[in-house]
């Protein structure tokens, strides 16, 4: 085959070079490498030069990963870094520790060039989060947003609070606000000086401890007619024939109302495509697998998924498998776990000031949520507990809030199992919502006015005592005072959706509370339960904040949360059908980043932290709750390491990890916050700085070679990580920052050092990053 | 039983590039490349008591590379199986014998490098230090794929040829 012209041998040389050049592109076709291997074979001069070429492409490659190729020009690796300097400071405690762990292995090794190491491993370091995180940003640049909307919350409840006319004493003493006065005192003192100027139509004078009906009336002969908390078109019981309420609404029947789970998903995903047409925009594309994959696992079990548990959802063929996976996560007992721990929190809180029984609430609610029995039945549970606090969690809750006359027990309830913001109510009229009043608060209260609590010593089996609450209630009746603003002393007697119930004794309030809740025309229970759960699935939900949907909250999809709400009610309050409905419907499987053709536009239109109503045109990327963050670092580990998943994560040491967070007030709502930004690194180092990092070398070191089987090699390891923290394959980008880093360290350690070392620097990279910590 | 000693351990070090240079015309992405190489040392460190001191180390670590070049080639995806299995044998062979001026060619190329134009230069930096594709340098950019990859290839040619030049002309002087 020797021995052509030069002239034919020129020509298949540019031709070579031709080939050989979209060979170090990766842009060969395969007709190219068809006619590339037939030029190889045809002449060894060609070999030569198709080496030659391809070595001068590997020396660009191996001496700029090395550094030396910046010539004169500016030295990229600086300019990279200073683009992304704000999340070089965010992952600055990854960077630190990965200079630290180097710095001690390195140290018996022979190091020429020891001097300038120091600095770029701890460049090359924080390049390989940098790379990872900028990108993360870039695509869930919204969570931060987020973030500061939830955390500045409070505030803007205090922005809503503090309209024209309302006094700032709600303000300066939080702790003693005005008009909450002890019941006993109202009597010896009516507050009569107060009250001479003002008007004086609505006031008790002088409230004498046995009401009766006539005073009945003149609490509700003021002229508004809207005297229940929110429904309007309910009739009001006149009290004057009947001591009793008498309950008579059904709520049973619901025309028009599919009882098919189909056709409900199925009128979901229309009414949202309507809103969509008519607000002339375009829904996101459907998400990737790991997206979705992941999503559903932090929304049901709380968690991300395990590597193990990713690769079985993989290896399922079919387009079944999303439902499959729904129907799987709907019986598991994490997911039961995960909602009594929503509830837990939402319930009494995480700092749990006043000392009860958090373990025993959470199990109340597991066993109830794994029964999956109808929420309406727990709502009534909770709110007409009584017995001990060890003995019957649901008493947690009211014993939680029943300081200050019960006045946290009425916000609470009210927030959370009717949507409704009555907290400010308390001591004065709604600022601008005209329909909801101050007596409304106090007729809530009223039904908890016989509730009480006490402390009790109780002997344990092995012969020890303790003290454990014990909620009970008197038979008493009587009407609950309040004072007005302005002084005036007024009067209730416990009402809820257009039923009030008399002064008499010998009614259990709460029991009729309960018995009422299943009468309400609004559906306040179930309105505001599907609310929370659309919420708590799309991080949106179509009010904002999700439990304020009073008269006056601006309802995004009036149409769809109605419907929502009559198909929850029709189905009994089942949640977990609550739940597989909106888990499978075609909005929840579309995708949280802009990382597609007009992402931008579908980003922009559609982005409530700006205000505007959220449209669903995707599903909105928060951070993780502590929790789910606590737990999916521990899952991330453990698949690292290879260990089986435990049945029960730690949930103690969870409960103090995550109470780090939380900053209580101690106010009458017994509110607290969440300080939690997302700040990871910061998160990190609460998780106890040394332990992690031990954790994580071990786990990286059982990686590289497990109990059983044979040494695995760089990408197999890389692959395991990314599966584990980010439930997908490791992308090019990091694969590269992989390769450069073990480059790096190779120089100055041993093989598996150099290995070991940088897949550790890639799981802290991982865990920095900002998909990590997201919910998307 | 003691570990490798300090001049293993130089001479590894010292290896890896000419190793890297040895595997890359038969995987032709720096990613295979590297994954190679890192598990040709892996070999290599488990056989250190293998390796006769005073013969030549890079060959020695060749022979290993270019098992686990076909060792990877078997296991991986269709993307490495555009190269016919002898031609491969005869690209192997060929690179053997070119890494072996592998320093002056080195200092040639950086001696080049900082003789393209600032704009050459520029884009060879770009693809290169970040070590991004040419989809990517075109995208930060605003470039079409396509010119990048026609811009990239003639880079290369011109370096190429500089490098030529450079030793042919310090092999004239000494």
Known sequence: MKGKSGEALNQMSGELLELANRYCDQQLTSDDAKRLNDLLRLDSALVALFVEFVQLHGQLAWDAGHGTLSGRGAPANEEFLASCSESVSDVSGQSSAGNRRLSSTVGSMEMARSRSRGLRSYLTASAVACALVTVSILMWQSVSEVAQEAAGKGDIADIRNSSKDVIDKSDSAPLNPVGVVAQSEVGLNPGAGTDQGGASENSVAAASPDESLSSLEAVSDDGDTSDSLVSSGAETQSGSDSRVPVITAEVSSIPDMPTDDYAIIERIDELLAKSWEENGVVASPESEDAEWLRRAYLTFAGRIPSAEECRRYYSATGDRRRRMLVEELLSDARTAENLSVMWVNLLIGRSNPRGVDQAALQAFLMERFQKNEPWIGMVGELIAAEGRSDQNGATNFLLAHLNDQATPATAVTARLFFGQQVHCTQCHDHPFSRDVKQDQFWALNAFFKQTSRELIKVSLPDGTQKDVWKLADSTGGGMTFYETLRGQQKAVLPEFAGHRLTAADGIDRRDELVRLLTTDPDRQVSKAMVNRMWNHFFGAGFTTPVDDMGPHATISHPELLSFLTDAFVQSGYDTKRLMMWIALSDAWHRTSSTNFAGGEVVFEQDNPVTGTEPLFTRVYPRYMVPEQLYDSIRVAIRSVSGQPMESSLGTLHRTEWVKQFVESFGTDDNDERLQFDGNISQALMMMNGEDLEQAISLAVQSLVVPASGKRRTGSECLEQLSMSVLSRKPSESEERAFRNRQRTLVRTLTVEKAMELALEDMLWAYLNSAEFIAVH | ?174
């Open chain 2, 1 to 174: 039983m003691a570990g490798p000693g300090e001049d293993f351990i130089r001479l590894f070090t010292q290896a890896q590039r000419a190793l890297y240079l040895y595997i890359m015309p038969l995987v032709s992405s720096s990613a295979d490349a590297d994954e190679i190489l890192q598990e040709t040392n892996v070999v290599i460190w488990s056989k250190w008591s293998q390796f006769t001191p005073g013969t030549n180390f890079v060959a020695w670590g060749r022979a290993i590379a270019r098992l686990e070049v076909f060792r990877y080639r078997r296991r991986r995806d269709s993307r490495l199986q555009l190269l016919g299995d002898d031609v491969v044998e005869l690209i192997a062979e060929q690179s053997a014998h070119q890494i072996s001026d592998a320093d002056q060619r080195r200092d040639a190329l950086a001696e080049c490098v900082n003789r393209l134009r600032e704009r050459d230069r520029e884009l060879i930096q770009r693809r290169y230090n970040s070590n991004v594709s040419g989809d990517e340098v075109a995208e930060q950019l605003g470039r079409p794929a396509n010119s990048v990859y026609q811009s990239l290839g003639r880079i290369r040619r011109v370096l190429m040829e500089c490098v030529r030049r450079r030793l042919s002309s310090a092999g004239a002087a000494t």
